[in-house]
Each structure stands twice: as structure tokens, then as C-alpha cells.
């Protein structure tokens, strides 16, 4: 009797430690199921901030392929684990001619987005992004525009978005943009010039400007770049 007891107490240990082992490889398993939202790891500069270079041309479950029409990228395919997902159509008139991809978090609400094509400076891109209230990737537009042309900054700790660009040797624009919903509106500019007095358009009358993108209000007009705070003193240029 002592030794089926015995037994028993045996059977009853190999059964708990079966049940933890069965327990641990499905909590394993589950551990080992990826996200198809998950952002990359993006390293920032000294300023906090990271560019679209920055930002990797592969994810771990999405895949996104182009597709040319005539004149430029016509369509954007996105795949989960080689499933199709989300079919995003594109205006050719849009001008994305680059077959370049970039997975991010450009909205910073901690879901990945997509930029299609290049994301510099006189070249046009269009940014997907992950609607979470539809539940689906959906372009982003910039002050209702779906293209993007200009060389895009993300600054997570102030969730805000500078785009610079420049149209000539002699001047160059960063804009300060935020977020409402999936539209990127601007807010803030800085200019700087190299010869204000050939800038009377912009009524710049100092070297370095920020101004109310909105308003036209100068917010600040010095020949001081000390004068200048973060962010906007990584764009000066004092040779």
C-alpha cells in the first residue's frame, strides 16, 4: 500500500512538472509571436531627434512592395508574414518615382508607419500611416497634402517633426509640424539667410528668423545665433 502511495505521490510530481513544462512552452511560444506594428530600434543624435536614413528598410513580419505605373509608383502592398494586408493606392501625379521603403514611428503613437521613397530634399515622398481608429494603414497628409518633399527630423521628446529645406545657396527653411490625427500641420519657421536684404518677400531683416508659420509673426529676428534655443540652433550655420 505504501509503495502505490508512494507511486501515486511520483505520478502526481512527473504530472505538476509536465504541467509546468507544457505551461512554459506555450508562454514561449506566445513570447515568440511578432508584432506586425512593433516599431524598430532607431538610435537618436545628440539632439534627441533621427532622420529618415536613420530608419530601417526592413521589418520583422511587414513587407511592403511598389508598383510602377506609367509615369511613377501607382500602388503600395503591404504583407503580414506574406499575406496580403493593406492595399494603398497612389496618384502618379504624387511624383514618388523612388523604390525606397522605411519603417518607423513617425506619429509617435508607438505603431510603425512606412515612408515610400526618399524623404530629401526636392524629391517626393508619401508616409502610410497606422490609423487607429480604422485599424489600417492610411496615407498621412502635410497641411492636406499626401506628398512629402523635404529633409524630415522626428524629435519623439517634443513629438514634433522638422522638415528643412532649402531653395537656394542663400537660404535655407525648417519648419516645426505637428500632429492632428494623421495630418502633419506646421507651425513654426526658422529661416536663415545669408543676405537678409535680398529676402524682402520673407521680410527677413536678420540672419536668423523664427516665425509663425500661420501668422507671419516674427517670434524671434537676431544676427545672434546665441540668441537662437533649441531646437532651431542645429540648423544654424554660422560660417
Keep these: 500500500m505504501k509503495r502505490f502511495s508512494a507511486f501515486l505521490q511520483c505520478m502526481g510530481i512527473f504530472a505538476a512538472m509536465l504541467s509546468f513544462a507544457v505551461c512554459g512552452f506555450a508562454a514561449e511560444q506566445r513570447s515568440d509571436v511578432k508584432n506586425p506594428l512593433a516599431v524598430p530600434a532607431i538610435s537618436l543624435d545628440e539632439n534627441g531627434l533621427f532622420t529618415v536614413e536613420d530608419c530601417p528598410t526592413t521589418h520583422d513580419v511587414l513587407e511592403v512592395d511598389l508598383y510602377e505605373g506609367e509615369y ?4 503600395v502592398l503591404i504583407s503580414l508574414d506574406g499575406l496580403p494586408m493593406t ?4 496618384e502618379e501625379d504624387y511624383g514618388v518615382t523612388r523604390n525606397v521603403v522605411h ?4 506619429n509617435f503613437d508607438g505603431n510603425v508607419d512606412i515612408l515610400v521613397g526618399p524623404g530629401c ?3 517626393y515622398s508619401v508616409l502610410i500611416v497606422w490609423d487607429n481608429d480604422r485599424h ?11 506628398v512629402f518633399n523635404g529633409n524630415f527630423y ?4 517634443r513629438k514634433a517633426v522638422y522638415r528643412m529645406t532649402s531653395s537656394s545657396a542663400f537660404e535655407t527653411t525648417c519648419t516645426m509640424m505637428t500632429w492632428q490625427c494623421t495630418d502633419l500641420q506646421s507651425e513654426v519657421n526658422f529661416l536663415q539667410v545669408f543676405d537678409p536684404a535680398s529676402y524682402g518677400s520673407y ?5 536668423y528668423t523664427v516665425r509663425n508659420y500661420y501668422s507671419d509673426e516674427d517670434v524671434i529676428s537676431t544676427d545672434d545665433p546665441s540668441d537662437i534655443s533649441a531646437p532651431w540652433n542645429k540648423w544654424i550655420e554660422t560660417e
Aim: no cysteine; aromatic share 12%; charged share 25%.
Design 72 to 75: 511613377a509608383i501607382n500602388m
Design 87 to 90: 492595399t494603398i493606392p497612389i
Design 103 to 106: 519603417f518607423l514611428d513617425a
Design 121 to 123: 530634399n526636392r524629391e
Design 136 to 146: 489600417e494603414f492610411v496615407l498621412a497628409t502635410n497641411d492636406g497634402f499626401v
Design 154 to 157: 522626428f524629435d519623439p521628446q
Design 203 to 207: 521680410r527677413v531683416t536678420h540672419r
